[in-house]
């Protein structure tokens, strides 16, 4: 293989890691987000090299918020409710086309 294909394939597994990455923290925020609280403490332990801590500061989740404040809007507990009436069922009514010649 030549430079050009390692480049390539290097910056294609970025993109793939990145896309992972990203659906991982929008499908499953709460275990996403205390995998990378674990690791960020992990790294941010005394004794580590600078880079190491300022990796595990970076790395630390914006908020481990939950409830009503948390924004997810998962469970639909927050938002307002209708105050409209229950839905009335409405049977469906099939017609026959009339024979085209």
């Not at 992990?42 to 880079?51: C, D, I, N, S, T």
């Not at 409830?67 to 009514?93: F, I, N, Y």
């Amino acid at each position: 293989m030549n430079a050009n294909a390692w480049i390539q394939d290097l910056i294609l597994g970025v993109i793939l890691l990145a896309a992972v990455y990203y659906g991982w923290r929008k499908v499953a925020p709460g275990p996403s987000a205390r995998v990378l609280t674990r690791w960020s403490t992990a790294l941010q332990r005394p004794g580590h090299a600078g880079w190491k801590q300022r990796l595990g500061r970076w790395m630390t989740p914006k908020s481990a918020a939950s409830g009503c404040d948390s924004g997810c809007s998962a469970c639909d507990g927050c938002a307002p409710k209708s105050e409209a009436g229950p839905v009335k069922a409405v049977p469906l009514t099939f017609h026959r086309n009339p024979r085209q010649p």
